[in-house]
């Protein structure tokens, strides 16, 4: 048997490390293609003078960043009108609060409800379901509403999943061996930012990549984690349930629209499984609005899947949700 040689075990090695960089400087032109959260981490690198991450969200974000739930709106900037209206506080996440729109549906609500009801949103951008239950915690110490609109599209069922979207750091959800739900609140920007980059810069980028797939495969593979999100959504409407006094009444409905994503339909599916759990109390009403929303857009022949495509829907789909929440809260009297 011929003997290897040391200089062919220099040239194995060679030949390898050069696959290695080869990988690696595939993957800076690859990576953005496949993952938007790379876009924005590599946007996040390459600002200039940047010693401290944390210190830089800190600065520029600081009414912003919320050390319970990762990120959150300022409602204390919320002028709250003193008047003998009833209060109708609506929550939810960016389609909610008006994101893609100049008229959200609830300011089409405040224009049919204007001589009876005061509106307030609650809303921030990017929120999954479990920071929109804590908003209404939230929303409930700096007023008390007669009545709160829960109201969330499907994709933000799903992000609870997710540890980093949209360039800020999210609350980890975990179950423990006692089946509670614990969160971890460590929003590091410092230490999260600067491990991505220094992995680029020390060509160790596929194996961080890879650290934060595994980390986040209860979004990327959330199927396989229905008790996860069962556990989601059932310590959510909770939130929701313990946050709804007496002499009010919530109402809590999905948001029809026609954006794809991975594990869409199981996401709804599972909510609502979550939701019939508590089909007994007599203050929560769960209202579904999809049939309704869609006979709108064919009463004003516009297509409703074409229309509601993206994440974020436009006007006339916000129209057609105050019509339709409108009709709901009519048919059940409580407005």
């Known amino acids: 048997m011929k003997e290897f040689s040391f200089k062919q075990f220099i040239y194995i090695i060679l030949i390898l490390i050069f696959i290695y960089v080869g990988f690696e400087t595939l993957l800076r ?5 496949l993952f938007g959260f790379v876009i924005e981490l590599n946007e996040l690198a390459n600002i200039k003078n940047v010693e401290n991450y944390s210190e830089y969200y800190f600065s520029n974000s600081k009414k912003y960043l919320n050390p319970i739930i990762g990120f959150n709106r300022d409602y204390t900037d919320i002028e709250f009108k003193k008047n003998n209206k009833k209060k109708l506080i609506v929550i939810g996440a960016s389609v909610t609060g008006g994101s893609g729109t100049k008229k959200n549906f609830s300011s089409f609500l405040s224009d049919k ?5 005061q509106i307030y949103n609650f809303s921030t951008e990017n929120h999954g379901i479990y920071q929109i239950s804590y908003n209404m915690k939230k929303s409930s110490d700096l007023i008390q509403g007669d009545l709160y609109l829960i109201t969330t599209v499907a994709h ?8 980093y979207m949209s360039s800020y750091l999210r609350p980890i959800y975990f179950i423990n061996k006692e089946n509670k739900l614990i969160i971890n609140k460590k ?14 810069k020390y060509f160790y980028n596929g194996l961080w990549i890879s650290k934060f797939l595994f980390d986040n495969r209860k979004y990327y593979l959330a199927s396989f984690y229905t008790d996860f999100y069962e556990k989601i959504y059932t310590e959510s409407l909770l939130n929701i349930i313990n946050s709804t006094t007496n002499n009010s009444k919530t109402i809590i409905a999905l948001l029809p629209s026609n954006f794809e994503f991975r594990y869409r339909n199981f996401v709804i599916k599972t909510f609502k499984k979550a939701i019939y759990k508590f089909s007994q109390k007599k203050n929560i009403i769960f209202i579904e609005i999809d049939q309704c929303v869609m006979d709108f857009f064919k009463l004003n022949e516009i297509n409703y899947f074409n229309y509601t495509s993206l994440l974020h829907p436009g006007e006339i789909a916000h129209e057609a949700y105050s019509q339709c929440i409108f009709d709901e809260l009519k048919k059940r009297k409580l407005i």
Do not use: C, V
Not at 29 to 33: A, E, I, N, S, V
Not at 189 to 199: A, K, L, P, V, W
């Open 29 to 33: 032109w690859t990576l953005p293609k």
């Open 113 to 117: 409800l204007k001589n009876t009801f």
């Open 156 to 163: 933000a069922l799903l992000r609870p999943g997710k540890n």
């Open 187 to 200: 929003y590091n920007y410092e230490i999260f930012i600067r491990g991505y980059i220094n992995s680029k």
